[in-house]
């Protein structure tokens, strides 16, 4: 079949946005896999679906796949990228619009200088909910969070016996460490043991940060069915939270990524994370799939 789509990024992080209202999309892992794929296919991070919403009260359904070809909960940086594909192909006037996703109801903003903000609601922080599987271990407390010694493969090069996380999920589920320096930090190493540890039993978003000031941050993160991103929007939220919580961080807090930068602003425990940054629209075209 012959599908429509439009190239896309955040910060670095890219995307194929595809409009599923005026085009019948109907892919298995196979086909989405075939369309990340960078080298014969379009290449992408992840596959944006704009769909109608089946909710009432929401303007749209928002829909992820990451490049393995699974479908995922949640993604910050293409929520600005939906907000961006929706306003300039007119099938939304509004500069506020209502989202149904998978982890819940998100509530993006076109700002009057084009950047994006995105309400991704409240942190979840209870361990078992993330999901993370703490029995038998024995957490650090380190200011209102509680850090996890998380046991990973010796004998992977740069590998520490028991990187300290904290655990928080935005929809999606992240393990988020501090290091001393992001450029030598062992995310090609570490990042897949984390993401596939068995203690995260759908997975997990492995972030590393490296702490500038109280409002600045670097911020590297190795994603779940991806691998390494320029930029992740959930994980920066996730990274702001995890500092906030530990006593590092004061909000709001700028995030340095390979890609760019996005800025995270965080009132506290219970309260909604919101997450503001760039849209790129790159190009548009027509595959054969």
Not at 63 to 86: H, L, M, P, S, T
Not at 128 to 149: H, M
Request: glycine share 12%; hydrophobic share 40%.
């Amino acid at each position: 079949m012959k599908l429509k789509f439009t190239k896309m990024h955040g910060a670095g992080n890219d995307f194929i946005v595809i409009d599923a209202i005026n085009q019948v999309i109907d892919f298995g892992p196979a086909q989405w896999r075939q369309l990340a794929e960078r080298h014969v296919g379009i290449g992408a991070d992840q596959m944006l679906v704009v769909e109608k919403s089946t909710m009432p009260g929401c303007d749209f359904r928002y829909r992820i796949y990451n490049a393995d070809g699974g479908e995922v909960e949640q993604c910050g940086n293409g929520a600005r990228a939906f907000v961006k594909f929706v306003t300039e192909k007119g099938l939304t006037r509004q500069s506020r619009i209502k989202v149904e996703t998978m982890a819940g109801i998100i509530a993006p903003q076109l700002e009057p200088d084009g950047a994006i903000t995105v309400n991704m609601g409240a942190p979840v922080l209870q361990a078992s909910a993330v999901p993370f599987d703490s029995r038998d271990l024995e957490g650090q407390t380190e200011g209102v969070d509680t850090l996890w010694p998380l046991e990973l493969e010796m004998e992977m090069a740069g590998a520490k016996p028991k990187p300290l996380i904290s655990v928080v999920s935005m929809g999606n589920p992240h393990a988020v460490q501090i290091v001393t320096d992001i450029d030598l930090a062992p995310v090609a190493a570490t990042g897949a043991l984390i993401e596939h540890h068995p203690r995260f039993p759908k997975r997990v978003n492995a972030g590393f940060m490296q702490v500038l000031t109280r409002h600045h941050v670097k911020l590297r993160v190795y994603e779940r069915g991806t691998g390494e991103t320029l930029s992740c929007g959930t994980g920066a939220c996730a990274a702001v939270v995890a500092g906030i919580r530990r006593g590092v961080l004061d909000s709001p807090v700028k995030v340095t990524a390979r890609g760019g930068e996005l800025s995270v602003a965080w009132a506290g425990d219970g309260q909604a994370v919101f997450l503001t940054g760039p849209a790129v629209t790159v190009f548009e075209g027509e595959i054969d799939v």
